[in-house]
Each structure stands twice: as structure tokens, then as C-alpha cells.
């Protein structure tokens, strides 16, 4: 069986916005075929998260983070379409970040890691879609983090992308996203196991990873959707565990769910660094204010969608981008989706998500009554 | 001086929903004289942080939690009213709660404390009440969790108050509000200090409650207000620490000073009852749905207010308590304000607040321009 992940090792010195790594190695996978003029190329950028692994694929066939918008005559149709799913710079699936082994030190990088930005996420996914040869791109694609990578790329390589794809992103953070990332980040370090960033791999911080995770749940999502979902119904009595202060009702046994599995996945000190890279991103750093750096951005179309009730990177962000980029002449499609699911609708509103993004990139779906349906 | 804060000893055993105390005692403090009727009685119910202190008097002149709203020619006149203050039963200002010995085995109650409801708080203060010789009150009022504790009040004791003023209040916990606080309650939990309740005075679990504030502090504001404040104002190099991953932004240190003057000032295991008690208020349990329980307050008028901001108490609850009231015939008097402080708005925002609780007590105030601000 072929290995689904390839990496491609960046020869020489990567420059970073505060530092630099020799050789670093950015993980990747693709889906599709290249075609011969070398233009159906899809850069897909991911949220904090997420791996490559978008998607399933005959080399791995498991199920990825956007199983259902990636694929055989899915609305990202790989079929038509050669996608390219980076791990991002400073991640923990494939590409060097502080859980690497710095090779000047043979020790992990740790918090010896430049401060990671995410327009070096950016530079590094154009160092994979040079390797393999494409000079330009069909579209970059992004949701959360990935759309701030996505608008970032945009920016940094104006001529690369013909389309550009922001789904509940952000052309900078608001202090309220930055609060409740800096405490997530300060809950980790706050944990004794974190210990400055040296910790091993068996002893890392999970009291304070899981904690992180719960208070990143509740950004992700909006309290209709809690509501809805769980409303203030109790766990039965079974399943109490008799602890003082532990679990009464059925929300926080969700919470609890999303934490186990969350644990043990992803490195703390990688989380620190994306989280922090989000903090500091701000398109305004490109010439001055958000208007000018939007204007810097070369595709000559653009989607930029996102959720009503998204508290992390709220829809008046989104529509911030999509007026910025107006300005610019663009042909520009905007959505403000009434979903519920919050910041995380893009991963699970796929009866609204779906039929937007087939209709930017004109796929040609099988279910066009369940597709169409969008408020 | 006189001793501002009085305490009544309730005699023999105090019944709660699940357990009791012997002889607990609960703190106060009044403004005003009761007159000769004995009917111009206002009892007031707190937040779960504030001592009975809500306001300066003769006897204490430090500034209380609720200055602007109460004294002499304030919207809550003390000229006119006989104001009873009481700290929440379970608190750490007075009245008995787990950070108090019992008497039984003359050790800190901690954990020992029985499961604490919104119910046994208000009971609690209708102790003192019926102490201090009053047979019916002008009105009951409160914000917060004291709102859930006066509409609890006014179902416990129909006859008592003639008017409720429920502020930021809540029918019951939404599951967001319930989850934010659960995970504050874990966070303390999961500080090594903590030792399962049994911590010394001199080793609070500080970290815990410091990080539990900074999240309690982001449900107690909004996004808006952050924004406004904020922005992305980055810290001055001089006030850096060099710590990787310390504060980079304005909005960072903001939290990291509230979370600094609130550190030693509460009892943790006093927090997590609080904390818990609002959680489980559920006006349904007073016969069966919120409908129900609402219909059987006996206050003829209600005046019923919160900020459209609030993130925690949202502004469709208070319309609940409101429409409830008013499927009961009452006087009801209801305000959604466009605060942008969130929950923390009848706090803070007086210029909104204050006309509309003077208007309600026919205060006389003599800065009708400033005072009729509401938008």
C-alpha cells in the first residue's frame, strides 16, 4: 500500500517572521490527478487541529476531517480538481513543530520553536505546491486558522491562486478570540506536568490539554445549539460517579466525551504556538490597515462564507473580508449562514455548507434537491 | 463604631434540600429605617461574589458593591427604604458556608457542606427577615444570582414581598451558562492546592481560582465591549516579562489584573457551592414547568431587566420571566437594554440601570437629564 502522507523536506534555511529552521518538513496529501495545463491545483489549508488526512483516499482509506466535502463527485470534486491537504508549519502530524527534533540540538524543539505566524504556515504550503511542479492554483481553500492561512497565502503569493475560498475566517483576531485562546494557552502551561515546555511524551499535560479542549469546545459551538442538543437534561443516575462537583448534567458529559478523545492527540506545545499564531495574525500588517492588505490579495474570485452564531470568528469578520475584497473589483459570493453549530458549522452544517461550495467550484452532485438546501 | 455587618444565628437546625446545618448564621447589613408599618422593607439578594456590603453607611464607609444604586437620593432611596443586605448563605462574608467550622467536628465544613441550592439561600434570608421583625416587604430584589434567588424567594414566600425586581436573572441555567460554570468549578478542581476540598487558608489553590476568574470574567462581559475597550492594543515593551507565551496583548492584562485582585479575596470551596447552586435552579421544579413556577410568585408588580449583551443570563430569559409574570395579571415592567457590558452591565452600566430602578421605586433623584438616558 502506498504511505497517503508524503512530506517534502524544504531544503536549506526557512525563514520565519522571528527566527528560522534548517530543513524543515512539511506534511502533505493529495487527491486527484494533476492535469496536463498544471491549473486544476487546490490548496487546502486546516483549522488549529486537523492533519493532511481531508479526506479518504485508496492509500488511507479512513475517514478525514472533511470526508464529505472532499472526493469522487463530492463538491470539492477530486475527480476534476488535484487537492493538496497541508499539516501545517508548527503542527504535530508530519510537519516539524516544537515536538520535533531540532537537528542542531537533537533534543525537541520545545520552546526554542520561533514564534510560529501564520504566514509562515503560508510559506510553507507554497514550498509543497512548488515541489510538486504547479506555478499556479485553481483555488486555496480554508476554514478557521486554514482561513486566515488561506487569505495570508493570498496575499504573500498574489499571482498563485485564482480563487480564494475563506470559510469562517478572520482577517484578525477580536480580543474576545484572543482571551479565550490566551486562557486555553494559559490553562496548559498553567498545568505543573507542562513544565515550561519540557515534558515527555508519556508524562504531558493532560489535566490541562483536557481543560483546554472543554473551554475550546464552547467557542466552537453556540449555546442555541446546547440548547437544542442537551437543554438541562441530567445523566442518570448509572452513570454518576458519586465525586463531588463532578458531573450533573447531560452538556457536561458531552464536554467530557470531546476531552478524552481530544487527549493524548496533539502536543501542548504545538497547541501553544498555532493558538498564539492566530492571536497575532492581522492582514493589516500588510500595508497598513485590513482594507489595504485585502486589496493586496490576486484572486479574481472569491467565496467567503461563515455561521451566524460563530462567537470565535464572528460574521461580521467575514463580511469584513468579502467587503475588502469587493472593494478590489473581485467577483465576490458571501454567505451568512443561519447554522447553529457555531464556529464548527463548516465541519457539520454539511446540508448548508455543501451546496455552497459545489456551486463555486460548479461540481456536479447527484443530490441536487438535499443540496440546495440553504436558507 | 458600630459593626456594619450584623450577623442573626438561626436557632436549631436549618433544613436544605439535601441536608442541614445546625445553627447556621447569616451576615447582613441595612440602610434606612424600618417605619412604624413596617412595610417599607427591601430585601437584596446578591451575585455570587459580593458581601453584603452593597453600599457605604455610617457605620462602614467603604464603597460597596452597588454605590450608585443605593443611599440617600438614590434610585433605591435609603431615605425611604429599610434595605436588608443579606450575604448568600454558602458564601464566605459572614454567613455559614464550607469555608466555616462546623460545629459538630469543630473542622472547616469543605466537602462536608451540604449540596447547596438557590432555595436555601433564599430561605436563609427570610431568616433574617422574620428576625428583624418584618412581616411583609416593599419588594425583593436582585441581580444575577441573586435574580434566580428573588424570583426563588417570591415563590418560597408568595406574600412577602409586594413587588419583585428580578436583574439579569434566569428562570434556570442554560446549558452554556451551566458548562462555563462547570468548567470554572473543574478548573479549581484540577489545582493540586485544591486536595479535594482540604486546603489550609495559606494554600488556596490560586492558580485554580485565577484562571477561573479570567474565564468568569470573559462570560461575565461581551465580545463587544472587549472590542471597544481593546482592540488588538498591544502591551508596551517596558511591561513584557519575557515569559514565552505570557501577555502580548492589552485585553490579556486587563483579565490578568481583574484575576490578581480577586485572588484571596474568595474561599474555592465556597465558589464551587455558589458556582453549583445556580446550575441547578430550576424554577420547573416548582410545580412542574417554568410556566407554572413563575405563576405562583405573589408579587403584585415586577420589573424585570437585563442587557441584550449578556452572555451568560441571556436577554430571552428575562423575557421568559416577564411573559410568566404577565400570564399571572401582575404589574410587569420589563427592559431589554443595549448595555454593551453584558451580564456584568447592572454592574457598570448605570446610566442605563439606574433610571430604571429609580423610576420603579419613585425615587426622587435630582439629575432627571442624566438619569433619563435609556435608550
Known amino acids: 500500500m502506498v504511505e497517503a502522507r508524503k512530506i517534502h523536506q524544504i531544503e536549506g534555511t526557512f525563514k520565519m517572521r522571528n527566527g528560522h529552521l534548517e ?3 512539511v506534511a502533505y496529501e493529495t487527491w486527484g490527478e494533476l492535469n496536463f495545463q498544471r491549473d486544476n491545483g487546490i490548496l487546502l489549508f486546516t483549522g488549529l487541529s486537523p492533519s493532511a488526512h481531508a479526506a479518504s483516499s485508496e492509500a488511507d482509506p479512513s475517514t478525514g476531517w472533511w470526508e464529505q466535502m472532499l472526493g469522487d463527485s463530492k463538491p470539492i470534486d477530486t475527480t476534476k480538481y488535484f487537492v493538496i491537504c497541508v499539516n501545517s508549519l508548527g503542527s504535530c502530524f508530519g510537519s516539524t513543530g516544537p515536538a520535533s ?15 510560529l505566524t501564520i504566514e509562515d ?6 514550498e509543497v505546491v512548488k515541489s510538486l511542479g504547479l506555478t499556479s492554483l485553481h483555488a486555496v481553500v480554508g476554514a478557521s486558522m486554514g482561513g486566515m492561512t488561506s487569505v495570508a497565502y493570498s496575499i504573500l503569493y498574489p499571482d498563485m491562486a485564482e480563487s480564494l475560498v475563506s470559510i469562517s475566517g478572520s482577517p484578525r483576531a477580536t480580543p474576545f478570540a484572543i482571551s479565550m485562546r490566551s486562557l486555553q494557552r494559559e490553562i496548559i502551561r498553567s498545568d505543573p506536568a507542562w513544565n515550561h515546555g519540557n515534558y515527555d511524551k508519556d508524562e504531558e499535560p493532560v489535566i490541562g490539554m483536557r481543560l483546554a479542549r472543554k473551554l475550546g469546545m464552547l467557542t466552537y459551538r453556540s449555546a442555541a445549539e446546547l440548547e437544542k442538543r442537551f437543554g438541562r437534561e441530567l445523566i442518570p443516575d448509572g452513570r454518576q460517579t458519586g465525586e463531588p462537583f463532578g458531573i450533573d ?12 478523545k481530544w487527549i493524548g ?18 492582514v493589516a500588517d500588510h500595508g497598513g490597515s485590513v482594507e ?5 490579495i490576486g484572486a479574481r474570485r472569491a467565496l467567503v462564507i461563515g ?18 475584497l469587493r472593494d478590489g473589483q473581485r467577483e465576490v459570493t458571501f454567505h451568512a449562514l443561519p447554522s447553529i453549530q457555531g464556529h464548527d ?8 455548507f455543501r451546496p455552497i461550495l459545489c456551486d463555486f467550484f460548479n461540481c456536479s452532485m447527484n443530490q441536487p434537491g438535499k443540496l440546495r438546501k440553504v436558507e
Open 23 to 25: 530543513q524543515p518538513v
Open 101 to 115: 527534533v531540532n537537528p542542531e540540538t537533537r533534543e525537541p524543539y520545545g520552546l526554542q520553536f520561533p514564534v
Open 121 to 126: 504556515i503560508a510559506h510553507a504550503g507554497h
Open 249 to 260: 448534567f447531560e452538556v457536561e458529559s458531552y464536554l467530557e466525551a470531546h476531552a478524552d
Open 265 to 282: 492527540t496533539f502536543d501542548a506545545n504545538c497547541y501553544l504556538y498555532l493558538s498564539r499564531a492566530m492571536d497575532l495574525f492581522d
Open 292 to 296: 489595504v492588505g485585502l486589496s493586496r
Open 307 to 324: 455561521a451566524e452564531t460563530d462567537l470565535l470568528f464572528p460574521i461580521e469578520q467575514q463580511k469584513q473580508i468579502a467587503d475588502g
Open 345 to 352: 458549522a463548516f465541519l457539520v452544517d454539511m446540508d448548508r
